[in-house]
């Protein structure tokens, strides 16, 4: 087990080299001058070349590349253009905030997937299961800040039931009971559709699993149903990490919208603000560290899967 | 001839309906047999014979999906109408399955001696976790696996095909049952690795004494295995008897079909030979005797009527009336 997931540890270095190539390349090729962004449409072509100089932005690429993994690997993210302040303590909050708001996220869809999947999978007839099927549709469906911003309407704003936005009330309140009131509506919008997606992969593996000769195996040994149930749902989980493995690295990358409409200080809202304002040593390290924390979960999904099923340890 | 009420397993008039929302099927019509202490009885047939279907339905293994008729009994006690906690105890208890694939009998997640230590605990056999883990290491080495502490700690997946089985087959005589059902048991094993399987279990049978039902479509395996065969087309018995005789002197005109078929070693010939048509699909079995379409030897009232099973020689019965019958109806 250890050395599987040292493989894996090892497997992860080219993995997140070949993402630091990309992003540097794709920063490279999208429209846009830094330094025009940085002087201002009035700066002199003196200044400019000045600029240009003191940046790097002379080197070849590959120069440019290695002194910016240099940096990057130092810890030294750079200098934000519009804030003129530290990208790394900036990048690591929202991180934090981000991988907050995922997590919270995570349990909902995992919880609410598991329950509807396993409900419409054992009783496949009944308005129950009927039900669950269409609201897994529905909420795979419809585009997540729609439903932010109906949850915000009649919820927030009408209601008065939670927070509108924010990650802690302005006038003092702070503490867990304050960031947990914030984290409700963002959290279950955010849910939605990884929720949706794990209950259908969910339903679609139980009735495999249900299927499998050992099933009839089981119950031919004499276990009780109950102990037949729990084989076959321990056979279910290694399927479970790898949809919810993969939809939890989906939903980094993908709570941009709901930061953005629940205005939540993490990664994304970051990133989206940066891309307005062309801070360019914003971006690339909002999107180097999102890369890195979806190698990361990867791995520690690989490493869950190694533990449940002993087939792929070897 | 009187059947024991004390036979360790008596089925008589077995039927199996599986039924769906939209319909309903037959797959056994009505199967008697008697199996005594320590004997041996082969079910052969085709694929959709109801063979496999007579077996389970004994275990009770299709739950609400099929509904049952007739009687089964074990030592005298009625199976079918049992409450869930009493075929609980009986199921891996007092009789047991070995299913046709290895691989899919076992949990794959699991390794092979937590899987032995859960029936043990299951039926009481050992209630301590040491005891339980000693007594499946012993299983283990009972059925001829010569590292048993070494395969009690590996997963399903790390053993060869034929290792496998005999972890199944360990499993199953774990709480030494009284009746063995073995259904096609070497089907999904290398050639060199069935024999070994088929001596194993008549080594454990001789030594306990286990009665052990066999389903199989290899006539091979019937030869090889001897004690009594009966041999099923489309959910019925329509020849039964010793092995060897039958198999030796068929009485029923699909029997001896059946052993036409087989390729007799050494002879050259330039084809093969088949019995002429296919076995009626399941749920759509014809009026009369269910071969009397493929039958050579069909006289028009074979369309209409469905012979019974009577004796035809002394401890042999056959479904035809075309061979030559000397005894009257055989007692159910």
Known sequence: MASYVGKRLLMAIPILFGVSIVIFITIKIIPGDPVASLLGPTGSPEARAALTERLGLNDPWPVQYVKWLGHTLTGDLGTSIARRSDVAPMVLDALANTLILSAAAAVIAIVLGVAVGALT?????????????????????????SIGLLLIIYLAAGAGLF?????????????????????????????????????????????????????????????????????????????????????????LGGVIFVEA?????????????????????????GVLVSALAFVMLNLVVDALHGLVDPRIRA | ????????????????????????????????????????????GESGSGKSVTARSIMQLYGASAKLGGSVTMNGMELLGMSGSELRSLRGGQVALIPQDPT??????????????????????????????????????MVGIP?????????????????????????????????????????????????QILELIVELQQRSGTAVLMVTHDVGVARDFGGRIGVMYAGKLVEEGPAAQVLGDPKHPYT??????????????????????????????????????????????CHEQDPPLVDVAPDRSAACPVVNTTVGERAA
């Not at chain 2, 230590?117 to 039926?123: G, I, M, P, R, Y």
Request: hydrophobic share 45%; aromatic share 6%.
């Open chain 2, 104 to 141: 899919g009998a076992l949990d794959p997640l699991r390794r092979i001696g937590a899987q032995l230590v859960e029936v043990l605990n299951v039926h009481g056999v050992e209630t301590t976790k040491p005891a339980a883990r000693r007594r499946a290491e012993e299983l283990l080495a």
């Open chain 2, 256 to 301: 001896a079909g059946l052993l036409a078929a087989l390729p007799t070693p050494g002879v050259e010939r330039g084809h093969l030979r088949s019995i002429v048509g296919a076995p009626p699909p399941v749920g759509a079995f014809p009026a009369g005797c269910a071969f009397a379409p493929r039958c050579p030897q069909a006289r028009p009232s």
């Open chain 2, 1 to 44: 001839m009187s059947t024991s009420s004390v036979a360790p397993l008596q089925v008589t008039s077995l039927t199996t309906t599986f039924v769906s929302r939209h319909r309903s099927v037959d797959v056994v019509r009505g199967v008697s047999f008697t199996l005594r202490r320590g004997e041996t009885m082969m079910l052969l």
């Open chain 1, 261 to 285: 409409v629940f205005a939540w200080p993490g990664i994304g809202l970051l990133v989206y603000q940066s891309i307005t304002q062309r801070d360019l040593p914003v971006i690339q390290a």
């Open chain 2, 147 to 195: 590292d048993p502490k070494r395969v009690a700690d590996s997963y399903p997946h790390q053993l060869s095909g034929g290792m496998r089985q005999r972890a199944v087959i360990a499993i199953a005589v774990s709480c030494d049952p009284q009746v063995l059902i073995a259904d096609e048991p070497t089907t999904a094993l290398d050639v060199t690795v069935q024999a």
């Open chain 1, 121 to 145: 999978a054992l009783r496949r007839t009944g308005v129950l299961a009927r039900l669950g099927n269409a609201l897994a549709l529905f909420s795979i469906s419809v585009p997540q800040y």
């Open chain 1, 163 to 251: 927070p509108v936005s924010g990650m802690y009330a302005a006038n003092g309140g702070g503490g867990f009971v304050d960031l947990f009131n914030h984290l409700i509506l963002p959290a279950v919008t955010a849910a939605l559709v990884p929720a949706g997606i794990i209950a259908r992969m969910f339903r679609s593996s139980v009735l495999d699993v249900m299927s499998m000769d050992f099933v009839e195996a089981l119950t031919a040994r004499g276990l009780s149903h109950r102990r037949v149930m729990l084989h076959a749902f321990h056979n279910t989980v290694p399927s479970l990490l790898t949809v919810a493995g993969l939809q939890i690295g989906y939903l």
